[in-house]
Structure formats: structure tokens, C-alpha cells
């Protein structure tokens, strides 16, 4: 190659490759704002809260933090918000087993807390983290399962170890109780067990009640 081939060469390439890398970083600015919804000031103190109960020092939030526990993430599509106010503020309040420390939080803290994780979950991370197994690792074969599977009770409840352990283990849940009391339990669990703080589903359909309830009764 002449001297004047290999001048070409390296100030054509050059060019070619920033004319790349000016498109490719407008491209990326033109998407920056569009993968996290806008910070409201209800977002910005729940990030305060988030630093002065030092909840990196247990937790990892968008892969940073510590591995004592759960990823942050994507908490609160996990658990209704009610559910996880109460752990918060309380945790052994809503799982006798938790060892979360108890904070010393105030609803407004906690709710503050929620809407910051409630952004973080909306930020587009590009699917991580990876969806819990527990949602794909058993195939809904009956109509009951199908249900179990949609409104994410193995968020919480676990049937042959697979699932959460924040609830009590359903695998044997059709020996202990009728089908009268599922259905009622379902609609409005405090109806039937005291302090209950199992989330209610009286918004189901009927159908998806009695499927549910079938499904609670095979389990023995
Ligand atoms: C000393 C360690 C520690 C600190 C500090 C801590 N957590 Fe936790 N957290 C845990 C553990 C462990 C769990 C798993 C459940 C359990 O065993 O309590 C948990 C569970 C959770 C859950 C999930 C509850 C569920 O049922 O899915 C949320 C939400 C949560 N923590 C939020 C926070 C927030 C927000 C902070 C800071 C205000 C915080 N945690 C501080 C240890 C901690
Ligand atoms: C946010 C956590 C949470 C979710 C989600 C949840 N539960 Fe529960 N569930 C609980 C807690 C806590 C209890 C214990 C208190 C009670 O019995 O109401 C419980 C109790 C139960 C019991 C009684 C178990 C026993 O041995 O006494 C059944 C059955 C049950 N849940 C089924 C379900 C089904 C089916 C779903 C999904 C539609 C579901 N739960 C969703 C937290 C949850």
C-alpha cells in the first residue's frame, strides 16, 4: 500500500467511524428520557428515605447493594403496595418470620418509599432483573392453576416448594379447609382470620373464584 493509500485509509476510516459514533449518541440521547417516567417530589423523598434507613446496606437496587437481601428492582410489582406499606412500616406485623429489622418508619416515609420504588420498577432496564422462576417454573395445567399463575399468589404462598415464604406453604391447604371458607377468604380474608393481611380478591370474577377454590382443594 502507498503512503498515500494508507493516509486515505486511516483518515477516511476515522471519519467513518465518528460519523457513527455522532449518530449512535443521538440516538441514545433520543431515548434516554423516555425510559424512566418523570421524578415527582413524592419520588425524590422516597429516595431520601431510602438513604437514611441505609437500605443498600441489605438490599440491591438496579444490581448495586448488598446480597443480604431480596433485589429492590422490581418489589413492588411482587406485592400489592398496602401489603408492602405494612412490611415496611412493620415487617414482622405481616410475616412473624421476617427479619427485616423494624425501621421506625412513618406511613408518610413508607409511602414516599413506595412511589420511589414504584419508578424504579417503571425504569426500563431491559428486562433485568430476570423474572423470578417462580412464575414460569410450573405450567398451569387446570383452569385453578391458570389463576394462581395471573394474580401471583407465589409472590407470597408456596405449593411443593416453589413460591414465596412470606405466607403459609399452600401445599396441603385442600386438607385444612372447605370450599366455603376459600370462597370466603378469597373475598375478605380478616373474614375469617383474624389480622389477616392476605390481600383480598373479591375483584375476581366468580368463575375465577370457584377455579381458584377447586384448585386450593386439590392440594392435599
Ligand atoms: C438489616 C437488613 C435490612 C435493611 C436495612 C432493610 N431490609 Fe428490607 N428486607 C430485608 C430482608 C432480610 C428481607 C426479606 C424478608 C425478610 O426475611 O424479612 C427484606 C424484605 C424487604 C421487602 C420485601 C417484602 C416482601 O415481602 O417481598 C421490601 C419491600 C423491603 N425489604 C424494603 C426495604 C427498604 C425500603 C429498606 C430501607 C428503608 C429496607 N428494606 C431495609 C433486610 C433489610
Ligand atoms: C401479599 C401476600 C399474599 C398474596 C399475594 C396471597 N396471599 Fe394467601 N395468604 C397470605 C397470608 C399472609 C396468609 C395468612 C393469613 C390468612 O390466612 O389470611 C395467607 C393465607 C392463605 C391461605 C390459607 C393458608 C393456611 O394454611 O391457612 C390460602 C388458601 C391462601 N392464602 C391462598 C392464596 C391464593 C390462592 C392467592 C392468590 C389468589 C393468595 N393467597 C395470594 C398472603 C398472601
Redesign the pocket.
Known sequence: MSNKAARNLFVFGSLFFFAILVILTFDTLGKVDKRAPEITAAVNAGKMVWHKYDCIGCHTILGNGSYFAPDMTKAVER??KE?LKRFLMEPKA?NPRATMPKLGMNAEEAENLLAFLDWISKVDTNDWPPKPILAVATKAETPGQV??QK???A???SIRGIGGT???D?TK?GS??NAAW?MA??RD?QSV?KN????S?GHLSEQELKD?TDY?LTLK
Open positions: 406485592k400489592p401489603y405481616v389463576v394462581y394474580y401471583n399468589c409472590s407470597c404462598h412470606t405466607a403459609p399452600l391447604a385444612k379447609y376459600h377468604h378469597f380474608p382470620v389477616s393481611v392476605m390481600p380478591f381458584l386450593m
